[in-house]
């Protein structure tokens, strides 16, 4: 009786791993090229992300503008403790 309800354990736990339910279902990172299915449904309208671009101007310019205001300032660290001194290019 306990090697059958072992058995039994092991068995869902091995079905949870293999066959995850839907809601712990992982998107495919792969595009689906198809308009069909294999049973020959219509596939659903893939999902679009909405405004794309404003969201990655809204990253990158907050970020240059701290990575420039941290190497200006590192800079004239360097400079005031006597490591770097920038060439006058004339």
Do not use: W
């Amino acid at each position: 009786m306990a090697a059958r309800l072992t058995t039994l354990s092991i068995n869902a736990v091995k079905r949870q791993i293999l066959l995850p339910s839907k809601a712990k279902a992982v998107k495919p990172m792969v595009q689906q090229r198809t308009v069909f299915t294999e049973t020959g449904a219509i596939c659903p309208k893939p999902e679009i992300t909405r405004l794309g671009v404003l969201k990655v101007m809204a990253l990158i310019i907050p970020c240059m503008t701290l990575g420039g205001y941290i190497s200006r300032e590192f800079a004239s660290l360097l400079e005031e403790h006597d490591i770097f001194f920038p060439d006058d290019d004339d």
